[in-house]
């Protein structure tokens, strides 16, 4: 028989009640699929709806009063921030990534460090140095002979600047990872026809590298405002009114959790807007590479002046965004005597919240494998879309999911009071709302993107020859997930449930609105005592948050430089 008569042959028929038996299962995991994607967007569903809910006499009193700040400051938060993480992420990537410098080496994975800390814990740590009472002010009056505040003039730490300033400091590694993986991606040759063209390097990064790298620094930059859209410790400690703020006052101040509701549904709006725009801003265009050869990048080798400007420039973002605050963290440890790091109750916090942590990225993972892989075996329209819409809550700030994850659990919880009421003649109370499983819910709403998309991305990488063989050698898809897939997705998942495990740790306004009463994390609490001035005593949760938030920073700043293609074959 010829090669071509081989080639064109068709492959034996599958005996029909094994087909048969494939199909049902793969049905089988995508009604599973579509069951857990419905539960998990459900609160995004309710707190959507509220857009179409009938206003009332208190909302358009907050429309009147309150509600026309909270735009104008999440705007102006959402510029200010956006302006800093570009300058700050893109050109110290471009310098690490491109130049070498005294000290570059180790800039590539150190400016990464500010992502382990949560931008409350930067705003408590800058208020205790900078305020009045702080250190840097003492030590002014004391060198000037000032007597008071008021003979000197000092930019106020509590503002809408001092927010945008914090929230630049800890949200520019977005940028800095997008902008520097797209420069590691880029090709030798448009770098080099940009030279011969007599661009310089300078115009060579602005005309060329810049506008190639343009998606994946507006996803960072995405990213970013999203994490400033969600912030709650920063603006409330920094008296700045946002919608997180509002939201939270409306639920717990005027328990109103209706208009708590609709507010989020406008912040939904703000979110899908940036989403939008993100899109909008690429259009047509493309923006790949039309070569597949990929060299070794060139490296600027910067000496005098140059050198200790690009070293500076890059030293103050990781400086103020990480060494700083973290050495105030660490001093205030060890002024409060080790008494809250060896007392029980920082022992019940850290259980509390090693617990929370644990069983959400365990469960997280777990509903990522779900959904992937009925995405796998069926992949239609509506498997996406709902295992899409299950994933977007990462995108939505955690207040948001909070209100919408108590609207739905509350209405149960009378459902089932009624019932046992009549049932028994005994309510129940509420059994769901202000539990930890409430609570638990509520992070697996906001977190499940995180393991989604490092479950998705591993199950991508694994042949679909692998899917059948397993077939062939008579595994239904349970026992090939089972025996395959897992397997080969052991540091995906691994992976995927480290990333779950930090977020929740540095979670805070979910936390503060869902939690029972008299629970406790290492957030909360570092949140409580930074709201009644005990400064000092809250720096040993917050360093605790930080230290394990360093983990996935190291994994991902080696992940990072690594990715360039043909990195493993290069010298």
Not at 12 to 24: D, H, N, T, Y
Not at 322 to 341: I, Y
Not at 403 to 426: E, N, Q
Request: positive net charge.
């Amino acid at each position: 028989m010829s090669e071509t008569a081989l080639a064109t042959t068709p492959p034996p028929p599958v005996p029909s009640a094994w087909a048969g038996a494939v199909r049902r299962g793969a049905w089988g995991w995508t009604a599973l699929a579509l069951g857990c994607a419905a539960l998990v967007g459900l609160p995004v569903v309710t707190v959507g709806l509220n857009l179409f809910a009938p206003s009332t006499e208190l909302w358009r009193h907050l429309a009147s009063t309150v509600l026309p700040g909270y735009i104008a400051n999440s705007l102006w938060l959402m510029l200010g921030v956006g302006f800093g993480v570009v300058v700050g992420g893109v050109a110290s990537a471009w310098l690490v990534t491109m130049c070498r410098f005294p000290g570059s080496r180790t800039l590539e994975w150190a400016l990464l460090l500010p992502m382990a800390m949560p931008a409350y814990v930067v705003a408590y740590a800058y208020t205790g140095l900078l305020d009045v009472a702080g250190p840097v002010q003492s030590a002014l009056r004391t060198a000037f002979g000032w007597q008071s505040a008021a003979e000197y003039r000092f930019p106020e730490v509590r503002s809408l600047g001092g927010a945008i300033v914090v929230m630049s400091l800890v949200f520019y590694p977005y940028v800095y990872i997008m902008a520097r993986a797209a420069f590691l991606e880029q090709s030798v040759c448009v770098l080099e026809a940009a030279r011969v063209l007599g661009r310089g390097p300078w115009r060579a990064f602005r005309q060329v590298a810049l506008p190639l790298a343009r998606p994946a620094i507006a996803g960072g930059v995405a990213l970013a405002l999203m994490e400033t859209l969600n912030d709650f410790g920063t603006v409330q400690y920094f008296a700045v009114d946002t919608f997180t703020t509002g939201i939270y006052r409306t639920w717990i101040g005027l328990g109103e959790p209706a208009m708590a509701a609709q507010l989020g549904a406008l912040l939904m709006l703000f979110v899908l807007a940036l989403l939008v725009m993100d899109r909008l801003s690429r259009r047509a265009a493309r923006f790949h590479h039309t070569t597949g050869r990929y060299r070794s990048l060139p490296e600027l080798r910067l000496r005098g002046g140059k050198a200790l400007l690009a070293l500076l420039f890059c030293l103050v973002p990781m400086a103020f965004g990480f060494a700083v605050p973290g050495g105030v963290l660490a001093w205030w440890a060890v002024e409060a005597g080790g008494s809250m790091l060896l007392g029980g109750e920082f022992w019940t916090l850290a259980a509390n919240t090693l617990t929370l942590a644990t069983v959400t990225g365990l469960l997280a993972v777990a509903l990522a494998v779900v959904l992937g892989y009925a995405r796998r075996l069926h992949p239609s329209a509506l498997v996406q879309g709902t295992s899409r819409l299950a994933a977007m809550g990462y995108a939505i700030p955690g207040s948001v999911i909070a209100v919408g994850t108590l609207v739905p659990l509350a209405a149960l919880d009378h459902a089932l009071s009624a019932l046992l009421r009549d049932r028994f003649g005994w309510s129940g109370g509420m059994l769901l709302t202000g539990s930890v499983a409430a609570l638990v819910y509520a992070y697996l709403v906001r977190f499940l993107a995180v393991s989604f998309n490092g479950v998705e991305a591993g199950l991508a990488k694994i042949s679909p020859s692998m899917d059948a063989a397993a077939r062939t050698l008579g595994q239904r898809p349970a026992g090939a997930l089972r025996r395959v897939h897992l397997p080969i997705l052991r540091g995906s998942l691994l992976s995927a449930a480290l990333l779950v495990f930090v977020e929740v740790m540095k979670e805070l306004p979910a936390t503060l609105i869902v939690r029972p009463f008299n629970f406790d994390t290492l957030a909360t609490r570092t949140y409580t005592l930074a709201s009644d001035e005990r400064l000092a005593e809250a720096g040993a949760p917050a360093l605790a948050i930080v230290l394990v938030g360093l983990i996935p920073v190291m994994l991902l700043s080696r992940a990072i430089a690594r990715s360039r293609p043909g990195a493993a074959v290069l010298p």
